[in-house]
């Protein structure tokens, strides 16, 4: 629990130290917590990286409450990739669980979000709020049409996780025109549960908050799961098209960035 009142404020990374403090949260996430590694990680200086991060842009939580010299006040972060700025020839970073043909056909406005995570300190829904916002801010300056990107459920047991992915798949699978799909050699289905037989309630509460918002908003998820041993995870792709938030909901989050 913080011992203080904070005061967010949200801007994209503009520096050397900008990008450390955000790997540095990074680490501490998805290193410490949830066991995650990767090929460029830096366990000296625990740094979580990864050879995407100097292509993207990087949305940063800071709370100006904490001491400056305190991980840069970064609090919470967002990996931001438009397509326009994706090199020629390169694949988004989700494509190596997805098959993105649909969305990178659909001649639309994309903007991949990635590595998200929040302070543990900082969980009770108020940052990730802010984040929100800063991230709606970012869409409408940017004429961003459809959001997408991976999000996790913590562990690679699928039978713990039978509930909360059957019920995505009944209940929240994106439009066909942008439903993505998990790349055919690591495929984990979804629908492990019949409808009838599920207990909404209690699959529910298994869904990761981060999903869960991405859903409230209108956002919808692809077909399979991808079982990421390397982070510990169990992803699923989330898909939003923009223009599918409700009016109410979209000046809700813009009335909270300004």
């Known amino acids: 629990m913080l011992s203080h009142t904070p005061r967010f404020d949200v801007t994209l990374a503009e520096t050397a130290a900008d990008m450390r403090a955000a790997q540095r949260l990074r680490y ?21 990286r990864d050879e995407y991060d100097t292509i ?24 931001l990739l438009q397509g326009k700025r994706l090199p020629a020839g390169r694949s988004y970073y989700s494509e190596a669980e997805y098959n993105l043909d649909r ?12 590595r998200s995570c929040v302070h543990a300190e900082y969980r009770s829904g108020l940052a990730m709020m802010a984040l929100w916002s800063g ?12 959001l997408f990107g991976v999000a996790s459920f913590h ?36 629908d492990l549960i019949p409808e009838a037989e599920l207990d909404m309630a209690a699959a529910s509460r298994a869904i990761p ?6 859903l409230r908003l209108g956002g919808g998820v692809g077909e399979g799961a991808f079982i990421d041993h390397a982070f510990n995870t169990t992803d699923v792709c989330l ?10 909901r979209k000046a809700f989050h813009t009335q909270r960035a300004s």
């Open 28 to 48: 501490d996430v998805f290193v410490d917590e949830l066991g995650g590694t990767g090929a460029l990680v830096d366990h000296a200086a625990r740094l979580e």
């Open 56 to 79: 993207c842009e990087h949305l940063l939580l800071r709370d100006l409450a904490r001491p400056a010299d305190d991980l840069d006040r970064v609090v919470g972060v967002y990996r």
């Open 103 to 114: 969305l990178r056909g659909s001649g639309r406005n994309l903007l991949e979000l990635g």
């Open 135 to 146: 991230l709606a801010t970012y869409v409408e300056e940017n004429a961003v049409e459809v």
């Open 155 to 190: 562990g690679t047991d699928i039978e713990t996780l039978r509930a909360p992915l059957s019920l995505l798949h009944h209940r929240h699978l994106a439009p066909s025109g942008l439903r993505v799909s998990a790349q055919p050699e690591h495929f984990q289905p979804m």
């Open 209 to 214: 908050p981060l999903i869960k918002a991405y």
């Open 239 to 248: 898909v939003m098209d923009t223009n599918r938030m409700s009016a109410k």
